[in-house]
């Protein structure tokens, strides 16, 4: 009987791969999604199309995921300046951007910083 038992109860136990691993919640912010930042600014008093400045250092800075394709860039205008703010999925990403600097669009220098989002961009 504590034969059949013990069986029952080793075949209950549960795998590496079937535990749940716990979260309290004064965790949850390392387990929050994060993004990596970078704030450009094109250094010409000159008018320019900002989306096309956008699109072209997107279609740049992207890389190939060996799983999924492109990994995701994303830029937008801060409203009220002449910044953008680009979002990278991983600091790997970001810092390879730093790395190739200095950038260019139209014969103009592109200026670009990290950021983390909560000091004051403008």
């Not at 951007?97 to 989002?117: E, I």
């Amino acid at each position: 009987m504590e034969d059949g038992l013990g069986k029952m109860i080793q075949r209950m136990t549960l795998t590496e791969e079937e535990a749940l691993e716990v979260v309290m919640p004064e965790d949850l912010d390392k387990w929050r999604p994060r993004r990596f930042l970078l704030v450009g600014r094109l250094l010409t008093n000159k008018p320019y199309k900002k989306e096309c400045l956008m699109a072209t250092m997107k279609a740049l800075w992207s890389l190939k995921n060996n799983w999924n394709g492109r990994l995701q860039v994303s830029a937008s205008v801060l409203e009220g300046s002449d910044r953008i703010v680009f979002s990278f999925p991983r600091e790997y990403d970001q810092n390879r951007v730093l790395r190739g600097c200095p950038w260019h669009f139209d014969k103009v220098l592109f200026a670009v910083a990290a950021t983390d989002g909560r000091e004051d961009l403008l």
